[in-house]
T-cell receptor
């Protein structure tokens, strides 16, 4: 069965510091991968999605970036965090097909102080 | 701007009652619809998907879709306190299995013992 991992689970970072969040998927090949952010009182916002290694699409221009160095690995990064980057970061996967249902990882709660 | 609207709630129902959660969407060509449940502090988990007009039942859950009215709902029969969570409606943008999910902000459900 498929499993998705995210780490770290929680993170507290000062403004201006760098960020690296990692997501890995097990039990499937060539998944579509997604990064979402859920800020307090707001809905899920799609940040990036990837249909393959090195293929990244950005949905929202901001100081975040994403990379997919391996088939089942997706990384979210920032060179300098802003206060507004605080939120619950969720990685999701799906397999291209008739339904393309997305399944979420456990998430990383980021607080920028 | 493609939108998914949900009543934020909270929706409070007594234990054993039917909870009815509603969602409207703006993209007339959407064909894939999903309901996720999110417990406080946790990531969303898929409850049901629906693609055709009518009802789809899975245990105590029934999803209802009316594409003409651009309306999708989730009924929870015999509600339990463990059903207390935020329910997210998601709609795939565009036709077919392509396109990203657009999420509503969620309806918070509280089931009182």
């Amino acid at each position: 069965s498929q499993t998705i991992h995210q780490w770290p689970a929680t993170l507290v970072q000062p403004v201006g510091s760098p960020l690296s969040l990692e997501c890995t998927v097990e039990g499937t090949s060539n998944p579509n991968l997604y990064w979402y952010r859920q800020a307090a009182g707001r809905g899920l916002q799609l940040l990036f999605y990837s249909i393959g290694i090195g293929q990244i699409s950005s949905e929202v221009p901001q100081n975040l970036s994403a990379s997919r160095p391996q088939d089942r690995q997706f990384i979210l990064s920032s060179k300098k965090l802003l206060l507004s980057d605080s939120g619950f970061y969720l990685c999701a996967w799906s397999v291209m097909g008739l339904t393309d249902t997305q399944y979420f990882g456990p998430g990383t709660r980021l607080t920028v102080l | 701007q493609k939108e998914v609207e949900q009543n934020s709630g909270p929706l409070s129902v007594p234990e054993g009652a039917i909870a009815s959660l509603n969602c409207t969407y703006s993209d007339r060509v959407s064909q894939s619809f999903f309901w996720y449940r999110q417990y406080s502090g946790k990531s969303p988990e898929l409850i049901m998907s629906i693609y055709s007009n009518g009802d789809k039942e899975d245990g105590r859950f029934t999803a209802q879709l009316n594409k003409a009215s651009q309306y999708v709902s989730l009924l929870i029969r015999d509600s339990q306190p463990s059903d207390s969570a935020t329910y997210l409606c998601a709609v795939r943008a565009g036709e077919g299995s392509q396109g990203n999910l657009i999420f509503g902000k969620g309806t918070k459900l509280s089931v009182k013992p």
